[in-house]
């Protein structure tokens, strides 16, 4: 069936530094693609969202950039702090599924100070 | 209220047992949502309601899992004969015209079946 996944698990990174999220998705016919925030404990923060019209959409200290060609979606962070530790799911939506998200597993991200 | 609200937060019920899930979402959002979550895994979508359409049941995993929407706003996720295997937090989500961005997630509610 169709899924989201993402290609790392977990990630470190040093305070200051840039941070970059991946995820892989395999329906071509999905219309928005979303970021979502999850710190412990909380339900899922929405970030930013990209419909399939872009390539690139950028917020504060983030960025999303969409490949439909190899069918790639990314997180930048800018400047990450140690608040940005959290798990980062990527999640789409639309097609004939419009209204379900479906999410992929998680990347845990780590700011170390 | 201000955000999404789940209850209770917390529930622990023995195997067997029925088990209702309460979901208060966003004053005047149409779209609401159950996922649930598994430790150190991803969302898992089982329901989806927007306004007065028929609600998109696709993802309940067994028939022993029903969810209703009373009046357009508050959301009742059950499960009868509750297995171990349904251990999971369900998380509730409302937006507000049915597209899933900018939805708003409750905390969720942690089910534990001993």
Known sequence: GESVGLHLPTLSVQ??????????????????FIWYKQESGKGP???????????KRQGQRVTVLLNKTVKHLSL??????????AVYFCAEAGGTSYGKLTFGQ???????? | ???????????????????ELRCDPISGHTALYWYRQSLGQGLEFLIYFQGNSAPD??????????????????????????????SAVYLCASSRQG??????????????VV
């Open chain 1, 15 to 32: 305070e200051g530094d840039n941070s970059i999220i991946n995820c892989a998705y395999s329906n071509s016919a999905s219309d928005y």
């Open chain 1, 45 to 55: 923060q929405f970030i930013i969202d990209i419909r399939s019209n872009m390539d």
């Open chain 1, 76 to 85: 930048q962070i800018a400047a990450t702090q140690p608040g940005d530790s």
């Open chain 1, 106 to 113: 998680g990347t845990i991200l780590t700011v170390h100070p």
């Open chain 2, 1 to 19: 209220g201000a955000g999404v609200s789940q209850s209770p937060s917390n529930k622990v019920t023995e195997k067997g047992k029925d088990v």
């Open chain 2, 57 to 86: 049941k696709s993802g309940l995993p067994s028939d022993r899992f029903s969810a209703e929407r009373t009046g357009g706003s508050v959301s009742t996720l059950t499960i009868q004969r509750t297995q171990q295997e349904d």
């Open chain 2, 99 to 112: 597209a899933s961005t900018e939805a708003f997630f409750g905390q969720g509610t942690r089910l534990t």
